[in-house]
Nanobody
Framework: QVQLQESGPGLVKPSQTLSLTCTVS??????????WSWIRQSPGKGLEWMGI???????HSSPSLKSRTSISRDSSQNQFSLQLKSVTPEDSAVYYC????????????????????????WGKGTLVTVSS
């Protein structure tokens, strides 16, 4: 069974860096069949795709967040991570990690309606609050 689990601080101060880790079990993050993604949902808003890391380590981020977003991985721990710099209260959200079917990756990158259906396994999400 594939499982994803987000972890990291639930409270981050403004201007600091938000750091989260997704631990994956039941599947390897280096297999070519999948890519791995970060998504968030702010209160009262829909899902916002943040970025993705492919099986070979290459990354792509949402244009609106690219300047502040860094995605990396630790293949030895079967983990991938998110760093979001210079956070503000507008970054408060539930943050999810998810697995992306390789054949659906292009839909995610293009923000195609229904692209989230190409993400077959999700973590439960972790709430991060940005506040002083």
């Amino acid at each position: 069974q594939v499982q994803l689990q987000e972890s990291g601080p639930g409270l981050v101060k403004p201007s600091q860096t938000l750091s989260l880790t997704c631990t994956v079990s039941g599947a390897s993050i280096t297999t070519s069949d999948y890519a791995w993604s970060w998504i968030r949902q702010s209160p009262g808003k829909g899902l916002e795709w943040m970025g993705i890391i492919d099986y070979d380590g290459s990354t792509h981020s949402s244009p609106s967040l690219k300047s502040r977003t860094s995605i990396s991985r630790d293949s030895s721990q079967n983990q991938f991570s998110l760093q979001l710099k210079s956070v503000t209260p507008e970054d408060s959200a539930v943050y999810y990690c998810a697995r992306v079917l390789r054949a659906r990756t292009i839909e995610v990158l293009a923000s195609t309606p229904g692209a989230y259906y190409g993400m077959d396994y999700w973590g439960k999400g972790t709430l991060v609050t940005v506040s002083s």
